[in-house]
């Protein structure tokens, strides 16, 4: 019960910073708890539990990405997968590129791509994500600079 408080708490900060238009907390931690509790796996730390539970709702989200992008192609819409800064909507298409860009940067650095994971699946600060990663703020500050630069990059070409 405890690790589903937890994840419970990982999805309601994730979505705080990136509001769900059309999948709410309680979905989105259903669906991670079942994939994590399918594992059988003891957790480590809590370090090791939520990095796991990030890579789920990554997984989650970019499958119900394609979901919404198979059922867009029927029905020509744009789909909102959720809200990003500024008020602007992103799409399962969107989301769908992001999966696409996390890829290459894994190929590139993999401590990146877990940074960008547990920041934006998972709600960690950068303080938090850097403990979970085992290095210290100032290396995961410039490992964020990093990753943000090359998805930049990456989701505008």
Known sequence: MELYLELRNLARRAISNHPYQTLNTTAIVHEAWLKLQSRDVEWNS?????GTAALAMRQILV????????DMRDHRKQVEIFEVDGGESATAEQMLALDQALT????????MTRLVMLRFFAGLGLDEAA??????PRTASRLWTRARAFLKTNLNS
Not at 46 to 50: C, D, G, L, P, Y
Not at 64 to 69: H, I
């Open 46 to 50: 809590r370090e090791h539990f939520v």
């Open 63 to 70: 499958d119900y990405a394609r979901y919404r992008t198979a």
């Open 104 to 111: 290459s940067l894994e190929k590139l650095d993999e401590k």
């Open 131 to 136: 403990a979970c990663l085992e290095v210290s």
